[in-house]
Nanobody, 114 residues
């Protein structure tokens, strides 16, 4: 079992930055994949970014603005979001794929508004 807790969301103005964190309850170094999804009101959950070994896939809408990283010593993955736009508003969920299972956090709300 992997328990994930996201943090770092909030209200930010367009053009601003946020860094989301996802703390895992166990070692995530050997995870098959790690990433972030988001869900805007009235919309389906969509992929933001996911990394699998040496490859990283981004949603076209976030390329060049969002990056993913992790700190294995802290069992934490991060989503750095720059140049935020109102359309980035939504609830952001981290995902870890480990031992053939998908684990999700409870999400953290990001609101981009002036």
């Amino acid at each position: 079992q992997v328990h994930l807790v996201e943090s770092g969301g909030g209200l930010v103005q367009p053009g601003g930055s946020l860094r989301l964190s996802c703390a895992a309850s166990t070692n995530i170094f050997s995870s098959y994949a790690m990433g972030w999804y988001r869900q805007a009101p009235g919309k389906q959950r969509e992929l933001v970014i996911i990394t699998n070994g040496g490859s990283t896939n981004y949603a076209d809408s976030v390329k060049g603005r969002f990056t993913i990283s992790r700190d294995n010593a802290k069992n934490t993955e991060y989503l750095q979001m720059n140049s935020l736009k109102p359309e980035d508003t939504g609830r952001y969920y981290c995902i870890v794929v480990k031992d053939g299972l998908n684990y999700w956090g409870q999400g953290t709300q990001v609101t981009v508004s002036s």
